[in-house]
């Protein structure tokens, strides 16, 4: 691997793959859509503006040469009221496809695209008989749309892909409200935070295992694979939290079975990584104690 493309460069998880990348020795060209603030400096790295809106237009904008992946990180409401937009989750799935058709048209030889493991939550709410499906499945619903149409496409076109199903993705560089996030911010404040019961199944990984985690996929693994990224340690929910609990706040009483859970449970085996682990070598390192230490150490440095 020489030559990659990575797009939503600025971002949390795009962000810390090219600062892997970099070491490896491989050269970037990054395509972000505001910001360059997180993309490192770098004579490997080619900063490249670019909207989600006219992705075609990159054809002419990047730079030739034989380029090895297209990893796709461009992805617009990941958090928040944008989670439950249709129309944007909808139009998601469709710059994924689009940037499928780009990296063929750039002579890419593979398509790395960054999926979730909401995906397999989303299909389960979907189909369960009487179950009520809250609005926060619309972005799985976004992700899952984009998975098997983008797959499709790489399927006509003869260009290799592999997907990847996210669990969690938390650490330095994470500014989203989401619960790790959130749940550390009052910690920090010495709020005593609510949660559900925690009994649902679920999984944590630190962000520097996820960036090391697609290089791997990328490098090893098999075309039309999917890969689950996670820390080989699912567990219920409760278990993480009272782990974190332990690791960064031990004085503070952390409450379960005040929230409703209205979701759905997944099967720990939805959270197997063996797949991941056997055909490219990734296992997770960093266990979630450390990780949320780390987390909590930055978000002290940058103000909450």
């Known amino acids: 691997m020489n030559y990659v493309i990575v797009s939503g460069a600025n971002g949390f998880i795009g962000s810390a793959v090219i600062k892997y990348l970099i070491k490896q020795n491989i050269h970037v060209v990054a395509l972000y859509k505001d910001a360059y603030d997180n993309i490192p400096v770098s004579a490997s790295v080619t900063p490249i503006k670019f909207s989600l809106n006219n992705i075609a237009a990159l054809e002419t904008a990047i730079p030739k040469a034989e380029y090895d992946i297209f990893y796709h990180f461009a992805w617009a409401g990941t958090s928040g009221e944008a989670r439950t937009d249709t129309q944007l989750q909808l139009q998601n799935a469709q710059w994924t496809v689009d940037s ?12 790395v695209g960054a999926g979730s493991i909401m995906e397999h939550e989303t299909v389960a709410a979907a189909y369960a008989q009487g179950n009520r499906p809250g609005l926060g499945y619309i972005y799985g619903g976004g992700k899952l749309i984009a998975h098997i149409m983008s797959k499709s496409i790489a399927v006509k076109l003869g260009i290799e892909f592999v997907w990847t199903e996210i669990t969690n993705a ?97 099967p720990l085996s939805a959270f197997d990584c063996t797949h991941t682990e056997n055909d490219t070598t990734f296992k997770a390192e960093i266990s979630f104690a450390e990780g949320t230490k780390r987390t909590r150490e930055w978000l002290e440095t940058v103000g909450n």
């Open 100 to 111: 499928v058709n780009l990296a063929y048209k750039l002579g890419c030889k593979r398509f």
């Open 170 to 266: 938390y650490g330095i560089g994470e500014i989203s409200p989401r619960l790790v996030n959130s749940t550390i911010r009052k910690c920090i404040n010495g709020e005593a935070p609510q949660f559900t019961a925690g009994t649902q199944q679920y999984d944590f990984v630190y962000i520097d295992d996820v960036a090391r985690a697609f290089y791997l996929i990328g490098k090893n693994g098999k075309s039309f694979h999917e890969y689950v990224i996670g820390s080989s340690n699912a567990k219920s929910l409760k278990s993480f939290l009272l782990e974190m609990k332990e690791a960064i706040a031990p004085d503070l009483t952390f409450t379960f079975g005040d929230v409703p859970f209205t979701g759905i449970d997944l």
